[in-house]
């Protein structure tokens, strides 16, 4: 190889190397005509299987003679890109799709399947968890429970936080519900259904409870039969004894507004019921307190009670020919004003007493 200082023979030719790849300046070569390409690199310590080379923007293998060249006979440096992504050898899952998409269209865990809770809601017991049976109750916002394992958390106080609205017995309203033929024997998850309809209570059909019986029924078998009363049992029964079962957000809101409204009511109730128990009391104690004041002011003899004993006088009993205030002297001593204290009786108790 000689460089651009020697003098160009017709068995050679002038090359441009470009080495923009490597942040290098171009080099300005003269070589051989016979020579191979891959030989302009003998001066850069790259190994082969790191780079390529190209000649107005088309790969140029390096066995090719530089002869071959274009008549601009510039060549260019290429880098190979680093495979594994990291240059540790790892694979990115760019060689296959199905391994990058199996990782997005795989069922995460953590994340519920909405048929599946729906489901357990119209199946299982709200607390335990466990399959709905008889004795089954709801809460006054449409939830259902299996009775014995929610009285065992009221009495134990061990209620979740999110059932803190249930605070005792009368917030449990008995439900029947009416059982799918042979479905328990046959061990199915879905075991009850509507009497009139037959719709399956799995969450996919509305339903109501009627709270004055008990009784769960579709909400289709109410609008189709139009009555006032129970279609199992024929009792009667108001608008607002229609509770829906699991109903949505909006129903449950409404339900809870009707709750607290149920329980102010009865908490009026009772204070004022308390109120006029208070009321008498106070007027009992108010009669005793007078009373004892009465007592209080007879003894003390003040203004508007019996008047105590007269003061004992002795004018107002002496004889009938006696003079009063004679009579009086003998039984008291001498008048303070009648007495003139003079220096030879000063020492006297006459008079000081």
Do not use: W
Request: glycine share 8%; charged share 25%; net charge positive.
């Amino acid at each position: 190889m000689a460089s651009s200082a020697q003098p160009a023979s017709g068995a050679s030719r002038a090359v441009v190397l470009r080495l923009d790849d490597l942040a290098l300046p171009p080099r300005y070569l003269t070589v051989p005509s016979h020579l191979p390409v891959s030989d302009l690199l003998v001066s850069l310590p790259l190994p082969s299987s790191s780079y390529y080379l190209t000649a107005d923007g088309r790969p140029l293998p390096g066995s090719s003679p530089v002869s071959a060249l274009p008549p601009s006979a510039s060549v260019q440096l290429r880098l190979r890109a680093l495979r594994g992504g990291g240059g540790d050898g790892g694979a990115t899952g760019a060689e296959s799709r199905d391994c990058y998409l199996s990782m997005y269209l795989a069922k995460k865990p953590d994340k519920a399947d909405p048929n599946e809770a729906r489901l357990s809601r119209f199946t299982c017991c709200a607390l335990s968890g466990e399959p709905l049976a008889a004795p089954a109750v709801a809460d006054r916002l449409g939830n259902l429970y299996n009775k014995e394992p929610l009285v065992e958390a009221l009495l134990h106080k061990r209620l979740p936080k999110a059932l803190s609205h249930i605070r005792g017995l009368r917030d449990m309203i008995p439900i029947h519900l009416h059982p799918r033929p042979d479905a328990e024997a046959a061990g199915e998850e879905v075991r009850f259904q509507c009497p009139i309809t037959g719709h399956e209570f799995n969450g996919k059909y509305q339903f109501l409870a009627l709270r004055g019986c008990g009784h769960v029924l579709s909400v289709k078998a109410l609008k189709e039969v139009k009555s006032s009363a129970c279609l199992v049992c024929h009792k009667e029964f108001d608008e607002a004894d229609k509770m829906p079962i699991n109903g949505t957000e909006e129903e449950v809101a409404v339900l809870r507004k009707r709750m607290e409204e149920e329980r102010g009511k009865v908490k009026e109730k009772k204070e004022k019921k308390v109120g006029n128990g208070l009321s008498g009391n106070k007027h009992a104690a108010a009669t005793v307190a007078a009373a004892a004041a009465g007592a209080d002011k007879l003894e003390n003899g003040k203004k508007g009670e019996a008047a105590s004993a007269k003061r004992f006088k002795a004018a107002d009993h002496a004889p009938a020919h006696a003079n009063k205030e004679v009579y009086a002297s003998i039984f008291t001593s001498s008048r303070k004003s009648d007495f003139k204290e003079t220096y030879s009786c000063r020492s006297l108790p006459l008079g000081r007493n």
